[in-house]
């Protein structure tokens, strides 16, 4: 059966970012295809949650935080439990999203090259600000469909280019192994992976584009395919870092110069131009996840013209520019998202788990036992990353 795009690229597009990027080179450089199983463990964690938020998303034609505002009885509880969403979501897309920004600029560089190297940022900001302001869910899903079909030929093409050694990788992808000093680089790999706010993303999504019940094997199918391709980009960034001599790299633009020498300049426009997509994507939908969570606790309402959700979209958008424009890294700001970040993702594990097994909410579309073992499995694995994030924040990890 023909695949037809929706969601669950968008969802793919989100956990494909510059940090995504970096995160997959340096594990490439330091460790070869020796941690390509770890990828592998989180894309198939990914499918799991996220085919819930989806199947959440689908029956009950609401965001994750509405779902949330609804079904947690007890007033302290709740009000808790919506700040610290609001504060990792909102708070922390905004810290981030001049990393995203810089990302796409990065590319651009490796591109265009440094000339003009002050214009990028509001070059990227503007595509944003245009796709977000004049843009439907039809529109947006259109456009970020076509930048990660983008990304992943830049990144895949980029790989194969460096001619990687095939039984070298299936080996990483099957036999599990821990390197001296890789266990932060796995955490990484996974943490960049698993993200919390793709859950708000792929609810309020699926509910946009699917309006019945019926859809529920097409999105389960466009959340599969989805993210398997967006675990393929993540692959195949690691394989093109393994080509870089140890050493070589302390950045991404590091690596573009990398490639060059050993494989051409087209390898360095490949990745520029899988590079700028990455970021591009992230940095429409961080401030998008950001709006659906902030309307849906504050009852808005979710609809892309609602001027409650352009505000919180648009000052993200800004905040993003300007930092990245003037050069401020809001550590503050950053930290404070890690550790919210840190404290929201088994939170929300859990709750999702919780209410995707309550026949009140899901009707005959509750959980099996085999999806109830594999959610408890990723919800012990979602409490290590988050005091791994938090105990980092305080210099203890």
């Known amino acids: 059966m023909k695949w037809k795009m929706g969601p669950g690229v968008l969802v793919a597009a989100a956990f494909i970012g510059p940090g995504t990027v970096t995160v997959c080179s340096i594990a490439g450089v330091k460790y070869g295809y020796l941690l390509l199983w770890a990828l592998l463990l989180s894309v198939l964690a990914t499918v799991i949650l996220q085919e819930m938020a989806a199947r959440l998303g689908i029956v009950t034609q609401k965001g994750l935080a509405h779902v949330i505002k609804e079904e947690i009885g007890v007033r302290w509880i709740k009000i808790l439990v919506l700040g610290l969403i609001l504060s ?77 050694n095939i039984s070298a990788i299936l080996q990483g992808l099957t036999i599990p192994k821990t390197p001296d000093g890789s266990i932060l680089t796995i955490i990484a790999l996974v943490g960049t992976t698993v993200v919390p706010y793709n859950l708000f993303l792929h609810t309020s999504l699926v509910s ?14 466009d959340n599969v395919l989805s993210i398997l391709l967006g675990g393929m980009v993540s692959m195949a960034i690691v394989v093109t870092a393994t080509a870089i001599p140890s050493g070589e790299i302390s950045n991404i633009m590091d690596m573009t110069k990398g490639l060059e020498p050993l494989y051409g300049e087209s390898a360095k426009y ?78 929300i594990a859990i709750f999702l788990l919780w209410i995707v097994n309550r026949k009140t909410v899901m009707l005959e579309y509750q959980n099996t036992k085999f999806q109830n073992i594999l959610g408890i499995i990723i919800i012990i694995l979602s409490i290590i990353l988050g005091a791994k994030s938090i105990l980092t924040v305080f210099g203890l990890f």
């Open 208 to 221: 946009e584009k699917w309006k019945s019940k019926e859809n529920l094997k097409e999105a389960r199918r």
């Open 270 to 347: 490949f990745m520029g131009i899988g590079l700028f997509a990455a970021g591009i994507t992230t940095a429409i939908t961080a401030p998008l996840a950001a709006a659906y969570v902030a309307s849906s606790c504050f009852g808005w309402g979710t609809t892309m013209n609602n001027l409650g959700f352009k505000m919180v979209w648009m000052i993200i958008l800004l905040v993003g520019v300007l930092f990245m424009s003037v050069g401020i890294k809001p550590l503050e700001i950053i930290k404070f998202a890690q550790i919210t970040n840190g404290m929201l993702l088994p939170i």
């Open 88 to 164: 990792a979501i909102v708070i922390g897309n905004a810290a981030y999203e001049g990393g995203n920004i810089g990302g796409a600029s990065l590319g651009l560089e490796a591109i265009f090259g440094q000339e003009y190297l002050s214009f990028y940022p509001w070059v990227v900001g503007s595509f944003a600000f245009l796709l977000l302001f004049f843009g439907n869910y039809k529109v947006l899903e259109k456009v970020l469909v076509s930048l990660v079909m983008v990304m992943s030929i830049s990144f895949l093409l980029t790989a194969i280019i460096t001619k990687p």
